[in-house]
């Protein structure tokens, strides 16, 4: 760190955190040096969606928000949603597809399919596409990953 550095406080997946920063370090960059590699370095432009996470519950791009920007506020990342011994629902469901190959683009597709499911009471396709537009899958073709997740929804739908 630098002279110029600042500290950033906000609570991460479920914990409250303190980090040094440095005035034009990304959220990502911080997540990434702070070891919650998860979250992935996809395109650096906010078009991938390889880097999402949920702030205060909504799907951003972490390549995009400097760390500053998340003082006092609420992160989530792939780390707090699920482990390989207990995985979320949306996780196994993947799993269960076969609908991981490299596995880049799913901490992202997790993301942004718990903003969906944490966020709304309607599943329709539309709705389903709006939140999951932006997360780029370069190997599957995305059928398995939405099957996993329509199962996903499809029993939280026949809960209510």
Same mark, same amino acid.
């Given at each position: 760190?630098?002279?110029?550095?600042?500290?950033?406080?906000?609570?991460?997946?479920?914990?409250?955190?303190?980090?040094?920063?440095?005035?034009?370090?990304?959220?990502?960059?911080?997540?990434?040096?702070?070891?919650?590699?998860?979250?992935?370095?996809?395109?650096?432009?906010?078009?991938?969606?390889?880097?999402?996470?949920?702030?205060?519950?909504?799907?951003?791009?972490?390549?995009?928000?400097?760390?500053?920007? #998340? /003082?006092?506020?609420?992160?989530?990342? =792939?780390?707090?949603?699920?482990?390989?011994? +207990?995985? !979320?629902?949306?996780?196994?469901?993947?799993?269960?597809?076969?609908?991981?190959?490299?596995?880049?683009?799913?901490?992202?597709?997790?993301?942004?399919?718990?903003?969906?499911?944490? #966020? /709304?009471?309607?599943?329709?396709?539309? =709705?389903?596409?709006?939140?999951?537009?932006? +997360?780029? !899958?370069?190997?599957?073709?995305?059928?398995?990953?939405?099957?996993?997740?329509?199962?996903?929804?499809?029993?939280?739908?026949?809960?209510?």
């Amino acid at each position: 760190m630098t002279s110029n550095s600042k500290t950033v406080s906000f609570t991460l997946n479920g914990e409250a955190k303190t980090f040094a920063t440095e005035p034009d370090e990304k959220l990502l960059t911080l997540l990434r040096r702070e070891g919650y590699r998860g979250t992935k370095f996809g395109c650096g432009q906010g078009t991938c969606g390889a880097c999402t996470v949920l702030l205060d519950d909504r799907a951003i791009y972490a390549c995009l928000l400097y760390s500053q920007q #998340a /003082e006092g506020r609420s992160i989530r990342t =792939i780390e707090g949603m699920g482990s390989f011994d +207990n995985p !979320c629902d949306f996780q196994q469901e993947l799993i269960n597809a076969g609908a991981v190959q490299c596995g880049y683009c799913i901490p992202g597709m997790v993301m942004s399919a718990t903003a969906l499911m944490e #966020a /709304e009471n309607d599943f329709d396709d539309e =709705i389903v596409r709006e939140y999951m537009d932006g +997360n780029l !899958c370069r190997c599957t073709g995305y059928e398995k990953i939405w099957a996993a997740l329509r199962k996903v929804l499809d029993r939280k739908e026949a809960s209510k």
